[in-house]
């Protein structure tokens, strides 16, 4: 699987912005997928998941505040991003896992998510 995320950007805090995932297959074989993040000097850390059934999952610090959803017919997740905050600020990586029984996960490239304070 390979996977093409885009939507990164500069924004001031109380600002939204939107990324996307491309995946090159379909998204309805792949069990989950999601946005993890990593900020400059810190962990890799789950941002947001969506199964294929389309259950959600999310870090408590952007609880009420991301969506991630599933567009099946564009093989894309997209992560709606309201009222961010400075904190948000770091590299966010797009994960599909096809198969939840697996540990098999595969990573896009990375956007850059600034919020400026």
């Known amino acids: 699987v390979q996977l093409q995320a885009s939507g990164g950007g500069l924004v001031q805090a109380g600002g939204s912005l939107r990324l996307s995932c491309a995946a090159s297959?379909?998204?309805?074989?792949?069990?989950?997928m999601g946005w993890y993040r990593q900020a400059p000097g810190k962990q890799r850390e789950l941002v947001a998941t969506?199964?294929?059934?389309?259950?959600?999952d999310y870090a408590e610090s952007v609880k009420g505040r991301f969506t991630i959803s599933r567009v099946n017919t564009r093989n894309s997740v997209i992560l709606q991003m309201n009222s961010l905050k400075p904190e948000d600020t770091a590299v966010y990586y797009c994960?599909?896992?096809?198969?939840?029984?697996?540990?098999?996960?595969?990573w896009g490239q990375g956007t850059l998510v600034t919020v400026s304070s």
């Open positions: 994960n599909a896992r096809p198969w939840a029984h697996s540990d098999i996960m595969y």
């Open positions: 297959n379909p998204i309805n074989t792949i069990d989950h």
């Open positions: 969506i199964t294929r059934g389309g259950l959600t």
